[in-house]
């Protein structure tokens, strides 16, 4: 069966791929077709280890002239995406694992009874916070084509086709991709976090919406089954929560205006969506029979389902047309009135409910478990602020505040204080009844725009907000100065404070500070209870490396959970995965069963990257096979806990990570080539230019090194297939083990703890990526002499680690227990390769001008290699 699956796969790749080719030689000719056909085939042998058909392609491409050079990197980029979407539509529509019947055999094996999953599922709880400012290469236009041509391609692979449909829907995929190659794929400027936010409400418009109803309707159907277990009607499985428009960490482009606008927008696309469904359900619901409740409601009218929802779609209306002239600068518009605009989710539920419980006490079950029940699982979901939008922060922002508020009183610098003097400061504050902040202060813009973001949280509704996350923190103080500031600034509720460790050396102080602010009773009464804790997986593998960053993820969580017990208080772990190995990223399902028994008790809160959302959320039928993915990995964990580790396995695991940790800071920190060599073995610098996410590449944009975010970090080593922040050190460290004889101990982690065994599986996946060859092809050409060694070097270590690896897994390639996934490389890769020719070319020529004599066309042609390959990596940042 699998191999009849692939083979279809790479069938609709060549079919794919032959139409783009008819879509070029109609614009380009004959002549074009066969030398894109001829670099294609080139492009295969090279990558099947032929030097000579290597040499060729470089050969080709330094006697081609700019223009020439950016319509081949135009057609493979083309080709890449072409592969991804049908890679996409194969697996939404071939799906062989279903991980919950593989929940069910696990639970089954355990003897565990209705009982036990009936607690289980009370505490499940999925949270997916969206993200824009990763690596998404692909412009909105071209990502809306995409989806389309995924929609025909459904339907070419459906039974039943007649030929005349069958010629219908191939004239509308020739027409899809002929508009795609008729299409700037490099964005001209940056999106902005508008535009982002806009961005995430389509996914939600275009997916999610249906995904999250019909997710929850097949689960409480399987549990219904199985264990006779409904799910409750307003059961919240799934939250939905931004930071598009949220995240001001480092940017300057997300204002408290900005904000403002965000939370608006997501209103009015909420009511967008709510009237339809409501439009909907007035159109089906023309039933005479009614019960008491509603007749009471609606009087004596012959269609009482419509009388009485007939209000609720014209104020969902005027909610939508009120937002619009808001965000005109309309103010004085008879629409102008929040008053008449839907504000709380009880306004919708209410007459939902009413519906739902006459239908069902009149016999009409059916109808009240179709459209409507659907409607009502929005409404938990969703709600009327469509997402919760959290808010990020730096913790220096913060203290800044305060340390020109104290300047100005009289009372000192308390950016100079001690913490021990900071935390009496602000406790004193926050027990004050009088206002701290005097009416004549006119403190500097940057303090101005930290002061105005809290004054919109002020100013908007709880519903329509997550959590607050202070970046970078640190200390007890970090967490107590924004508490301070909701309270000054006429925030009346108690909006959760996350903070976000990041760093090695945070990670390792977490539970420190949580468990410092739980001895502060006025915190303790601030939090009702419940603590969200944000872990830093991007900048911690920055940091120290894959392992160390990995085990100090674990640790801190496990005296987190720990504290949390200690304290009788609910910890929601908040895990910011990025979507690679470098960025701390996981298959869901590993990632999420290797985690420390007992973190899971809170709720499971993640981010959900740009680029990964798309391939794990961008079409309902995905989006419900993610969730379902989630659900299953969380009842295990929860029902099933990983155990803790053997005293020998943490033993073992420290020494390890600490040895990586040391491998990966040798080369990265202290060798003075590193830098030297990354600037210019890598597109580095040349990525600053490309418009991705609205974030500046750097936190500060002076900075070097240090201040790079994780982003380009991880992106710029993929480019080159290198991926060297996903393995460097980590590999180096396991053999050491092995020297110092540890190898059963390996071996026993390997078998019996997911925590280590996720670890060195994922390695598996970034080797299938990696390619030395390719590397050294980068060093050939733009690096210098003397600095030659130092990529060799690297390269010795990655062969090295890939040997030793596929030595402890016990197997002969590189992603041998998935070949699907191997599958999924291989097709790519006859495109891949002639692009990373291209993009040396182009390197190579781009360095060799003056910021004066730069070519446009060159530097378009450069953007267009790097999205292509980006794509084809398929995780870049």
Excluded at 6 to 31: C, F, K, N, P
Excluded at 509 to 516: C, D, E, N, P, W
Aim: proline letters at 5%.
């Amino acid at each position: 069966m699998p191999h009849i699956l692939d083979s279809q796969l790479t069938e609709t790749v060549r079919y794919l791929g032959a139409t783009l080719g008819d879509t070029i030689r109609d614009q380009l000719g004959e002549d074009w077709l066969q030398r894109i056909e001829t670099i294609r085939k080139e492009g295969r042998k090279a990558y099947q280890g032929s030097d000579d058909s290597a040499t060729k392609l470089k050969t080709l491409f330094v006697e081609l002239g700019n223009d020439e050079l950016l319509t081949i990197g135009r057609a493979f980029s083309q080709f890449l995406n072409l592969a991804n979407i049908a890679e996409q539509e194969f697996n939404s529509n071939n799906t062989i694992d279903d991980p919950i019947e593989n929940l069910f055999q696990h639970l089954d094996k355990a003897g565990v009874g209705a009982e036990t999953f009936d607690e289980a599922l009370k505490q499940l709880n999925i949270e997916l916070v969206l993200t824009a400012h990763p690596t998404e290469v692909t412009r909105r236009t071209l990502i809306h084509k995409h989806s389309e041509l995924a929609k025909c391609l459904s339907q070419i692979h459906s039974a039943g086709l007649t030929p005349t449909q069958r010629k219908l829907v191939e004239t509308r995929i020739s027409e899809l991709i002929a508009q795609a190659w008729h299409t700037e794929e490099i964005r001209t400027v940056r999106p902005t976090p508008v535009d982002e936010a806009r961005w995430g409400f389509s996914v939600i418009e275009n997916s999610l919406w249906d995904a999250v109803p019909e997710f929850i309707r097949e689960l409480d159907q399987r549990f219904v089954a199985k264990y006779g277990l409904a799910i409750p009607l307003d059961s919240r499985l799934v939250n939905i929560g931004s930071w598009m428009g949220g995240d001001r960490d480092g940017n300057p482009f997300v204002t408290s205006k900005v904000t403002e606008q965000v939370l608006l927008l997501a209103r009015k696309r909420a009511a967008k969506l709510f009237a339809q469904d409501i439009d909907i359900l007035q159109t089906e619901l023309s039933m005479s029979d009614c019960d008491d409740d509603l007749r009471a409601m609606v009087g004596d009218v012959l269609e009482p389902y419509r009388a009485l929802l007939r209000p609720l779609l014209n104020k969902l209306q005027k909610t939508q047309e009120g937002i619009i002239e808001t965000l005109a600068g309309n103010e004085a518009a008879s629409l102008v009135n929040p008053d008449d605009w839907v504000a709380s989710n009880e306004e919708l539920l209410q007459p939902l409910m009413a519906c739902y419980h006459s239908l069902n006490a009149c016999g009409m079950q059916v109808i009240a478990r179709g459209h409507l029940l659907n409607t009502i699982r929005r409404v938990h979901c969703f709600g009327v602020h469509l997402l919760k939008l959290d808010v990020r922060q730096d913790s220096e922002r913060h203290a800044d505040v305060f340390a020109e508020l104290t300047r100005y009183l009289g009372l000192g610098d308390y950016g100079q204080w001690s913490e021990e003097d900071k935390q009496a400061f602000l406790l004193r504050e926050l027990s004050s009844k009088r206002p701290l902040f005097p009416p004549t202060w006119q403190p500097s813009e940057d303090v101005q725009e930290v002061i105005d973001t809290f004054k919109v949280i002020a100013k908007n509704r709880q519903a329509g907000f997550g959590i607050y996350i202070i970046s970078m923190a640190s200390l007890p103080s970090d967490v107590l100065s924004v508490v301070l500031l909701l309270k000054e600034l006429g925030v009346n509720w108690s909006m959760p404070v996350a903070p976000l460790f990041e760093t090695l050396d945070d990670l390792n102080s977490a539970a420190k500070v949580i468990k410092q602010l739980m001895s502060i009773d006025w915190y303790r009464g601030y939090i009702q209870g419940h603590q969200y804790v944000m872990i830093g997986y991007s900048d911690s593998a920055k940091d120290a490396g894959a392992m160390a960053a990995g085990w100090a993820q674990y640790e801190s969580q496990e005296a987190l959970v720990a504290v949390a017990n200690e304290n009788n208080i609910e910890l929601t772990l908040f895990h910011g995965r990025g979507g690679t190995i470098g960025r701390g990223g996981l298959p869901a399902h590993a990632a999420i069963l290797s985690q420390p028994p007992g973190s899971l008790k809170g709720g499971f809160r993640v981010t959900e990257q740009g680029e990964t959302i798309r391939y794990k959320f961008g079409m309902s039928i995905l989006a419900q096979r993610s969730l379902h993915m989630y659900a299953s990995a969380i009842l295990e964990a929860l029902i099933l806990p990983p155990p803790a580790p053997k005293e020998e396995w943490r033993k073992a695991v420290i020494e390890l990570a600490a040895n990586g940790r040391d491998n990966y800071r040798k080369i990265v920190r202290h060798d003075e080539n590193f830098v030297p060599y990354f600037r210019v073995a890598t597109p580095e610098q040349e990525l600053g230019k490309l418009p991705l996410g609205s974030r500046p590449a750097k936190r500060k944009p002076t900075g070097g090194i240090e201040s790079l975010r994780a982003i380009p970090w991880i992106f710029a080593w993929a480019q080159t297939r290198m991926v060297l922040p996903s393995w460097l050190g980590v590999m180096k460290a396991v053999q050491t083990s092995l020297d110092e004889g540890q190898r059963a101990i390996i071996d026993d982690m390997l078998q019996n703890w997911p925590f280590f065994n996720s670890r060195l599986s994922m390695l598996d996946m970034v080797f299938n990526k990696a390619d030395p060859r390719i590397s050294a092809e980068y060093d050939k050409r733009l690096v210098p002499a003397d600095l030659r060694h130092f990529g060799d070097a690297l390269r010795v270590e990655l062969e090295q680690s890939i040997v030793l690896l596929l030595e402890l897994l016990k197997q002969k390639t590189v992603m041998e227990s998935d070949p699907k996934g191997a599958v999924s490389m291989n097709i790519r890769a006859s495109y891949l390769e002639p692009l990373h020719y291209l993009q040396i070319e182009l390197l190579n020529r781009i360095r060799q001008l003056d910021d004066v004599d730069s070519d446009p066309v060159l530097e378009r042609a450069m953007m267009v290699t790097i999205a292509g390959i980006a794509v084809g990596m398929r995780n870049t940042g």
